[in-house]
């Protein structure tokens, strides 16, 4: 008798483990694509829009900031040999063979020589400018892609927050918790979206603006040495 009540009680705690083992929880993932899915379409298409045209925007910008910080190392060298030599067509015609920003500027001022040194500057300056400008065209969009995909996203938040909330209130039998959870999810997905294309923007924008200040750099230095060109005939 003894023995079998000590058989039971091994049974009954092995029963137990094993029922302990049985009930051991799952660990659950999201995938990007699902919590995308679960952002809210109206809230998550925008935000898509945003990021393809910040990605567009930052590659087509680079490639022409690349391309006009290019010079050749002996256009100068050529423009000083030809104006030393009163050569000015040739200078001029070497300006127009030659392609990029600085090519442009220095062109502007090879068509000035002969007048004062304030006017071939200041003509030199004025290309500089549109050049810049054409450099910084549409940098203020990423800028505001920057700043209007986060609160784009908090909207979305907002939104989803109500809706969890409405449904709360109307309903009769209560809401679980799973219910609760998952709307709450949904909500903040939106805000994560908007946070993370506006600092990707955010980046691409100041990565943009520094190449754009090199060029400005290089623009300002070829001024400079041209000017000291023009006058050194005079010495």
Same mark, same amino acid.
């Not at 659950?28 to 952002?39: D, M, P, R, Y």
């Given at each position: ?17 094993t ?5 051991e929880?799952?660990m ?12 809210g ?6 935000l898509?829009?945003l ?7 930052f /590659?087509e ?9 290019k ?8 423009i000083?040999?030809? /104006? ?13 063979q030659?392609e ?20 071939i500057?200041?003509?030199?300056e ?18 505001t892609?920057?700043g209007?995909?986060?609160?784009i996203g908090?909207?979305?938040?907002v ?5 969890v ?39 691409? !924008?100041?990565?943009?603006?520094a190449r754009?200040?090199?060029?400005? !750099?290089?623009?300002?230095?070829t ?13």
């Open positions: 008798m003894l023995i079998n009540m000590l058989l039971q009680i091994t049974t009954g705690d092995a029963v137990s483990e029922g302990s083992e049985a009930v929880p799952t659950e993932t999201l995938s990007v694509l699902e919590l995308i899915a679960n952002g379409w109206y809230i998550m298409i925008p898509g829009v990021s393809f045209l910040a990605i567009y925007i /590659i910008r680079f490639l022409a900031i690349q391309k006009a910080s010079e050749d190392p002996q256009f100068m060298n050529q000083k040999d030809f /104006i030393h030599d009163g050569k000015i067509d040739a200078a001029d015609h070497l300006c127009k030659t990029g920003t600085f090519p442009r500027m220095i062109q502007k001022g090879v068509k000035r020589i002969g007048k004062p040194l304030s006017d500057s200041t003509a030199v004025n290309v500089a400018k549109l050049e810049v400008f054409k450099l910084e065209e549409s940098l203020s969009t990423l800028a892609i920057a209007a995909a986060p609160m908090f909207l979305g938040t939104i989803g927050m109500i809706v909330f409405h449904e709360m209130r109307i309903s009769d039998a209560g809401i679980e918790i799973e219910q609760l959870s998952g709307g709450i999810m949904q909500a903040m997905v939106t805000t994560v979206a908007g946070l993370v294309i506006g600092i990707i923007a955010y980046i691409a !924008y100041n990565v943009l603006v754009v200040q090199k060029v400005v !750099y290089k623009m300002e230095a001024t400079i040495e041209f000017m000291d060109l023009l006058q050194e005939p005079a010495e």
